[in-house]
């Protein structure tokens, strides 16, 4: 098993807030960061060498997954998402990285499904704790607060 300063990591949503900062924390840990997102303006993409600069489909495309284990293959220990759309896709292909040797930073897909959805994730929290008063807006509610300032 190589250790943390032996690493290289490929991280996705580079012109995002989580990417930046995880690239930020890992920066000085890690053997190589590779940064990849959706267009060329992405701010992450400036943060590392020209050749660790990945432009990717969108999360949403059917190619996605095998785009990106195509880039990470021979070269990346951990690949990071940090797009949410991206999250469930990759879910499906845990095992095709993970025979590659590359391990993806994601939780399973039924964890993914309670996550993601936050009226999903109180109502599943509230089973165990105490939580805030909530419930789902919808669009008749819409009309009760739309526009009120």
């Not at 943390?4 to 490929?10: A, G, P, R, T």
């Not at 840990?29 to 992450?44: H, L, R």
């Not at 495309?61 to 880039?71: G, H, I, R, W, Y």
């Not at 896709?89 to 399973?108: A, C, N, V």
Request: include cysteine; aromatic fraction near 6%; charged fraction near 25%.
């Amino acid at each position: 098993m190589k250790s943390i300063n032996e690493l290289n990591i490929f991280m996705t949503g580079a012109g995002g807030p989580a990417a930046v900062c995880a690239f930020k924390s890992l920066r000085d840990k890690v053997n190589e960061i590779n940064m990849a997102d959706m267009g060329y303006c992405s701010v992450g993409l400036y943060l590392v060498p020209r050749k660790r600069c990945h432009i990717i489909p969108a999360g949403k495309s059917e190619n996605f997954a095998d785009v990106l284990l195509k880039k990470c293959i021979n070269n990346i220990d951990i690949l990071i998402p940090t797009v949410d759309i991206e999250l469930k896709i990759l879910s499906k292909s845990i095992d095709k990285f993970e025979k590659k040797g590359i391990r993806l930073l994601i939780s399973s897909k039924q964890l993914l499904d309670i996550i993601i959805n936050k009226f999903m994730l109180l109502s599943h929290v509230n089973q165990y704790l105490n939580v805030v008063q909530f419930d789902m807006l919808s669009d008749s509610n819409d009309q009760n607060w739309k526009g009120k300032k």
